[in-house]
C-alpha cells in the first residue's frame, strides 16, 4: 500500500511538474521553471524511495530489477536525474520537456500496465549478481538513448524550421544545429556503449549458465540488430558520409528498433515478462 501511495503522489508530483514544464515553453516563465524543476526533484525523490521500499522487501537488500515494473521504475527514475540536469543547461527547455513527456509516460504505462509480480528471471540464481549489473546498466543506456534520440528529433524540427525560413521564439529558445548534432552524439555514444557493456554480461550470464540455444533467442538477434542501426550511424560520422539530418534520422531509426526491441519481451525465452 505504501509503494502505491508513493507511486500514485510521484505520478501527480510529475504531471504538475510537466504543467509548468509547458508553461515556461510556452512562454518564458523562470518562476514556472523553477517550480517545475523543484516538483521534478519531489518526483525523484518518491521514485528514489520507491526503489528502496523494492530493494527492502522480504527482509534483505536486494537490487529491484527482475520485473517488468522495476525496470520501468528504474528507467523513469534515471529519465528524471537527466532531465533535472537538462534543466540547468542553457536552451534545453524544450530538451527537458520532452524527455519528462516520455519518463512520465512510461511510468504512468507502467502503474496501469503492469504490476510487481511475474519474476520471470528469478530463476537465474547462479547468474544473480551478472544479471542485476545486466538490468541496472540496461536501465541507464535506455536514458542515455532516449535523450539523444530527443536531441535528434529536435535537429530535425530545427533544421526543417530553418530551411523553410519559419523563425519564431521557439527557435531561438533552441541550441544550435551544431550543438543538437553534437550533444546527441554523445548521449548516443554513451548509451551504446554502456548497452554493449550490459549485453555483455548477459552474454556471460548465459554462457555460465550454459544455456546456449539462448543466443538463438529472437530477444538477443533483434538486440543485435539495434545494436547494428547504431553502428551504422557512428560508422557514418566517423567516415563523414551523409549530412547532418541523415545522421538525426539513423538516430531516431536506432531508437526505434531499441522500442520494437523492448515489445519482443513477450516472445522471449531470456526476457518473458509478461506485464500481467
Known sequence: MLLNLIYITGICTYALSLLFYISDCISRNPVAKRIGTGLLAITALFQFAGIGIRAMEGG???????????????LTFFITLTSIVLTYIKRSEFVALLVNLIGFTIMLVNRLWFTTSDNALYSWET???????HIALASISFAALTLGAVLAAIYMFLHWKLKTKRWNDTVRRLPSLEKLDLYSYKALITGTSILVTSLLMAGLSVAVAGRWSLFLDIKVLSTLVALAMYIIYFVKRRIRKGTGREAAAWALIGYGFIILNFFLNSWSAFHSWSGV
Open 127 to 133: 547468474e544473480h549478481r551478472l544479471l542485476l549489473v
Open 60 to 74: 534483505h537488500f536486494h537490487l529491484p530489477v527482475f520485473t517488468l515494473f522495476d525496470f520501468l521504475f528504474l
